[in-house]
Each structure stands twice: as C-alpha cells, then as structure tokens.
C-alpha cells in the first residue's frame, strides 16, 4: 500500500497560486483544476464524489442534491468571506463543515470600495474613455464635474468588518459624515470608533450623498437596492456595490442611470456574474469592474491559506480555523 492511500482527498476547483498547492499536497493527495476550466455542475460532481474536502471559491453551489451525490465529502473550504454558495442548513443535515475566510481581505477590500466610490463620484473612467476616444479639444469650465467626496455624507449597507473599515476611511480620512443601516445596531463604542450613526434604510437612502453595499447576499438581501430605493435616493447621488451581485436590480439600476434618476453608479459585482446586464453596459455614467475588490496579490494569498489551514485544521488536527456551521454538527463518519 503506498504511504499516500490513506491521506485525504481534496478537490481545488479552480486553479491557485502554486506555494498554495505546494502546501497542500504535503497533507492530501490533491486534484486541482490547473486549467482553471470553468467545470459544469456534472463535471464539478464528477470530481467530487471521491473527495473528503474541496477547497472552493465561492461560485460552486453546494447544496443538499450535491451533498447525497458525495458521501466522502467532509469540509468545503471557501476562500472567500461570502458564503452564499454554501447552503449551510443542508450541510448541517448531512454533516458537513463550510468555512470562510474572513479578516483576511478586510482592509483591501475597503481601499477598494474607496477607489470605487472615487472613480465614480469623480468621473474617472468616463473622462478616461473621452480623452482615449481623442474627444479632448479644449479645457471647459464644467468638462466631467463630478460630486464631492470629502465632507459629503456616505450611507453604508452593511455594517460588517469591511463596512466598518470604510467608515473609518470615509470619517477620518476624507472628513465625511457617515451614517449606516445594518440588521443590529453596533454597540456606542464600535459606532464611536467607525464616526458612525444609524438610521433607517429609507432615511439612508433619502439623504446619503452617496450609499455604499457591503452587505452579504442572502434571501433577505436580494434586490435590497431595486426601483422603489433607487427612487428615494437624491438625483446626485452615486452607488456602489462591492457586496454581491443580487443585491441591487441591475436593470432596474440601469435604467435609473439612463434617466439621471441618480448621477452614477460603480459596481464590482452583478447579478448571475461574468454576465453584466447589458444595459448597464450601454451606460456611461458606471463605473464596472470584474469582481476585483480583494484582488491584491497578499490578500488573495492570505484568503487560499486560510481556506488550507481550514482543510488542515478539520481534516488533520480536528478542529477548523474559521467555521460556518460547527455549532452542533454531527461530523459525516468516515466513509
Ligand atoms: C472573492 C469576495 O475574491 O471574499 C469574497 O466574498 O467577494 C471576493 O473577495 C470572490 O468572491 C472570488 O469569487
């Protein structure tokens, strides 16, 4: 019997960065879709029907049809903080472990939303498209005015980690008055700590200069921004989205733009992603970007070594670094 018969089998359904492989093939026998293929759900069930753990990034839905179809599998390690793939009730039922990777990708993450909310506010992509097109002749007066961001009053949806890393940046860095709606209330010292004060959704969205989503997608947040909300924000205002795509009725969302109902809008994620609606494609007054928000060489790093040492942690030494679903989970028996 070779040494390796015993080791647990695990499935990278995407490919990964190669000290991230390294470090796993030192503990389980590995398959990786080096290719990076985009694997169909047969393809993807196909692979996992011997596996005890997949290391997952977000995209792969992992539900209870999934889950009768692969009775090894023992952990799915998602190496991203969003979960919604994951249908933890059903992995709960039937024993088996998601994990996240949260933290990691905080701080990245809000330099992003910062430099989306800049890049729209501001114009910056649709005066770069101008000056490309060789449509720039003469300087004007009021060629791309844009909105202010210091001192103007953000509303964030979402008042996690990375919600509140954003109001630390809007509140002491650009002098910014925020305000954030969230399912609870942070406590008076986190809101002291972010400059923060809670309102209403509505009252948010009635009065924010500009709205920023960092909120996670689930049933109760689809379509948390569709016609009725954009209909209440100011006609100035822009709005970005770094949550999920769901979250905001892209269409809805476009034909707002179309009609100057908001001034802009910058987006990083969309609604059944790599396809972007295509009449957000037709407007200028958007900034698009493709699901890049945690993209930094060191946080996608840190994001894949957590999800191994979550592999590691279950699989090896019994205990997950960052688990969704261990509060009373019967683990699956070996198979
Ligand atoms: C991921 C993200 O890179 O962590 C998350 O939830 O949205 C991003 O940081 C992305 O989900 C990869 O699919």
New binding site residues.
């Given amino acids: 019997m070779s040494t390796t018969d015993s080791r647990p089998r695990i499935l990278v359904t995407r490919a990964i960065f190669p000290e991230v492989a390294q470090r796993l093939s030192e503990h389980f026998d590995v398959e990786s879709n080096t290719a990076d293929d985009d694997w169909s759900r047969g393809e993807l069930l196909h692979r996992l029907q011997d596996k005890t753990g997949a290391l997952t990034?977000?995209?792969e839905r992992i539900d209870a049809d999934l889950l009768a179809r692969c009775p090894h599998l023992k952990i799915c390690a998602?190496?991203?903080?969003?979960?919604n793939n994951f249908d933890l009730d059903a992995m709960r039922v039937a024993g088996v472990l998601g994990t996240?990777?949260p933290d990691v990708?905080t701080e990245t993450?809000a330099d992003f939303g910062f430099a989306l909310l800049m890049a729209t506010a501001r114009r910056v992509t649709e005066s770069e498209h101008f000056l490309r097109a060789g449509k720039w002749t003469r300087w004007q007066y009021e060629m791309f005015s844009g909105a202010e961001v210091h001192g103007s009053r953000l509303g964030i949806i979402g008042m996690g980690r990375i919600g509140q890393a954003i109001a630390r940046r809007a509140a002491f860095g650009f002098g910014m008055q925020v305000v954030y709606h969230n399912r609870s209330r942070l406590d008076a010292t986190l809101e002291a700590d972010c400059r923060a004060s809670y309102l209403s959704k509505e009252e948010l969205l009635k009065t924010a200069d500009h709205v920023m989503l960092v909120v996670p997608y689930s049933k109760e947040s689809h379509h948390t921004i569709a016609a009725a909300e954009l209909a209440l924000m100011k006609s100035t205002a822009t709005l970005i989205n770094i949550a999920?795509g769901g979250i905001v009725d892209d269409g809805a969302l476009a034909a707002a733009l179309r009609e100057k109902r908001i001034a802009a809008a910058g987006l990083d994620?969309f609604e059944g992603e790599p396809r972007v609606h295509p009449d957000l494609l037709t407007v200028p007054n958007v900034v698009l970007t493709p699901?890049?928000?945690?993209?930094t060489p060191g946080t996608?790093r840190a994001?894949a070594m957590l999800a191994v040492d979550n592999l590691i942690g279950y699989l090896i030494d019994g205990r997950a670094v960052t688990p969704l679903n261990a509060d009373g989970l019967v683990a699956r028996a070996a198979a």
Avoid at 78 to 83: E, F, K, L, S
Avoid at 291 to 295: E, G, L, P, Y
């Fill in positions: 990034f977000g995209l998602n190496m991203t903080v969003g979960y996240n990777a990708l993450t999920r994620v699901h890049i928000a945690s993209a996608r994001m």
